[in-house]
């Protein structure tokens, strides 16, 4: 098994659950975050220290099940722009 991890906007996360849901993902685990990346670097620069609202969502998969899985989530909340957010797999 593997541990897909999805940091995401929280604005996005009802989209994302729901397409969880209609792709057959069992369970999910979601929490609170907050961090900055590369965007918020450039951007805010002169703001250092204020954290960027995130949502951690952690899902554990089948090893066959990841590209699909990595793949939906990508195409769910990507908008093209600069924070969309990262996924990670861990075994």
């Known amino acids: ?20 849901r209609k792709a057959g993902v069992a369970g999910i685990t979601v929490v609170k975050a907050q961090g900055f990346g590369r965007e918020q670097m450039e951007a805010d620069f002169e703001f250092v220290g204020i954290l960027s609202e995130r949502i951690k969502v952690e899902i ?14 990508s195409e769910t909340v990507a908008t093209g722009k600069e924070g969309d957010g990262i996924i990670f797999v861990v075994d």
Request: hydrophobic share 60%.
């Open 1 to 20: 098994m593997k541990l897909v991890i999805a940091v995401v906007r929280p604005k996005v996360l009802p989209k994302l659950a729901s397409a969880l």
């Open 60 to 73: 554990a998969v089948e090893d066959d099940q990841v590209d699909k899985l990595v793949k939906l989530i």
